[in-house]
């Protein structure tokens, strides 16, 4: 699915915060400070929206633990 660790990475690659995420995925930003830090069990629900509003702003996971821009994303053009 996605791990904290991956929404802090994919947020750096993307150069977005964590408010701005949160907007995207339709979450509380709360609600992304505890996945991304790992003081609370996350709904497996909460992480499928969090991944496809990266995934819509050009994030690509490979395995369980990587991921890379699409190939033609643009970073700059992300919200």
């Known amino acids: 699915m996605i791990s904290g660790p991956q929404s ?7 150069g977005i915060s964590q408010m701005e995420l949160a907007k995207a995925a339709g979450v509380s930003e709360r609600a992304i400070v505890k996945f991304e830090a790992g003081k609370k069990k996350t ?14 702003m ?3 996971f ?3 633990r990587g991921l890379q821009l699409k190939a033609g ?7």
Do not use: H, N, Y
């Not at 802090?8 to 993307?14: K, M, N, S, V």
């Not at 709904?43 to 819509?56: D, G, N, P, Y």
């Open 58 to 60: 050009g994030v690509e």
């Open 43 to 56: 709904q497996a629900s909460t992480k499928m929206v969090i991944r496809m509003a990266l995934e819509s």
């Open 8 to 14: 802090r990475a994919a947020r750096g690659l993307l």
């Open 62 to 64: 490979i395995g369980d």
């Open 73 to 79: 994303s643009d970073p700059e053009s992300s919200p």
